[in-house]
């Protein structure tokens, strides 16, 4: 049985659903939480907001909404990149990459403590009012930064690779950028990836070094994740070039290469969600084929769906919690979460129809396991780090909030 569904959202998203709308978000998925998403949030505190809001309620607001039981902090994709440029494997199906784990070993096996990222520490502190200075000198910066952008210089150059006239589409584009990094001599393109990631010095000769070490592959197949950030970049290049995304945005708002940074994180989901026109007309173009587009306005009325199905529980059976009352998605009834789960071959239907058999010395034995494992596990030597096939158990700890908006969301059992 596939792991879950991996879902990344755009702050535009999570602005348009409301609080209770989010639990069901947080339930069924398993949101991705970018770096770029909190970069986002933080910048709001430097808006001049209207309606007689503060910055700070439009940030708390947010960091209440966003999911915090069934969610992942991505790492930054800069990282990620150099991880595989110095010989990391990062898989592109749909896995998360996650920051703050210690290897342990216990039993002869080796697994990974995940503690709480400073990313949910803040959203902590975030929802109650309460920010560092140093993230709000981060968000004037982040802001000042985005919000004064001049891309005159690159537009002009761009124009010169339209060697057969510009193109008409974005489509056309997404196939001109890939003519371009998979057609191009290798030597070029390895270039770019060291002069993007801002390389210099000596580790951008090992990064060379590497590379032609391994026989000179195809970037593609070399460094596929790599591969996929130089395709997002050249693309909006190209696109801005081609005058078929805008360059000018609204005064104090960020540039479209904002929006287009979302996409970076695409690899490490199943399902991406936005109401971002951009996003509308650009990200289906680099998806694979077990990943999915859904608009925001369609996965509110899903979720607003659900919080009203779950709604007409009898009060007695809502305060079993989650876990209890929404194993698995309503099996009748035209729910968008039951064909995503269905894409995505998780056969919650076939396991939805067998008894659940009630063991509560089964969940003893579980929760006594779970704490040996946090007792006894000794970190090992980083230098024998698992591969992600190695990996034979995960420790992630969070804190979540029991009740959100009308709903308590996990039981007085558990």
Not at 83 to 108: A, T
Not at 124 to 142: C, M, N, P, T
Not at 286 to 296: C, I, K, M
Request: hydrophobic letters at 40%.
């Amino acid at each position: 049985m596939p792991a879950g569904l991996h879902l990344i959202f755009d702050k535009s998203a999570l602005q348009s659903f409301s609080l209770d709308e989010t639990n069901w978000l947080d339930h069924f998925y398993m949101t991705v939480i970018t770096p770029l998403f909190f970069a986002e949030v933080l910048a709001d505190l430097e808006k001049e907001i209207g309606r007689g809001r503060t910055p700070e309620q439009i940030v708390g607001e947010l960091a209440l909404k966003t999911p915090d039981m069934n969610s992942t902090p991505c790492t930054h994709h800069h990282q990620i990149a150099l991880s595989v440029l110095f010989g990391n494997d990062m898989p592109m199906d749909g896995r998360i990459p996650r920051d703050h784990g210690r290897v342990v070993e216990l039993d002869g096996h080796q697994g990974v403590f995940y503690s709480k990222s400073p990313e949910e520490d803040a959203l902590d502190r975030w929802h109650k009012h309460e920010f560092l200075d140093v993230e709000r000198q981060f968000a004037k910066s982040w802001r000042r930064n985005l919000c004064n952008v001049n891309h005159d210089k690159e537009y002009e150059y761009f124009q010169r690779w339209f060697l057969l006239g510009k193109p008409h589409s974005l489509p056309e584009v997404k196939t001109l950028t890939d003519a371009y990094l998979d057609a191009s001599p290798q030597d070029g393109v390895m270039r770019f990836a060291i002069a993007t990631l801002r390389l210099s010095g000596e580790a951008a000769t090992e990064v060379m070094q590497r590379w032609r070490a391994a026989q000179s592959p195809p970037v593609r197949t070399y460094a596929p994740y790599v591969r996929h950030l130089l395709g997002v970049d050249l693309f909006c290049s190209l696109a801005t070039a081609a005058d078929l995304i805008g360059r000018d945005r609204p005064k104090g708002k960020a540039d479209n290469t904002v929006d287009m940074a979302y996409l970076y994180y695409l690899p490490f989901c199943h399902v991406f969600v936005s109401g971002d026109k951009l996003h509308k007309r650009t990200v289906p173009l680099f998806l694979r084929p077990d990943q999915t587009f859904v608009d925001a306005i369609e996965m509110k009325a899903d979720l607003a769906k659900l919080d009203a199905h779950y709604d007409e529980l009898p009060a007695a059976e809502k305060t079993r919690g989650f876990h209890k009352i929404a194993k698995h998605p309503p099996l009748t009834g035209d729910y968008l979460i039951a064909k995503l789960w269905d894409k995505r071959g998780m056969e919650w239907r076939e396991n939805a129809l067998k008894p659940d058999p009630l063991d509560p010395e089964k969940d003893k034995e579980i929760i006594a396991a779970l704490k040996r494992m946090s007792d006894m596990a000794k970190a090992t030597d980083a230098k024998s780090r698992p591969s992600l096939e190695e990996i034979m158990f995960m420790n992630i700890t969070r804190t979540i909030q029991r009740t959100k908006g009308k709903w308590n969301r996990v039981s007085d059992e558990a």
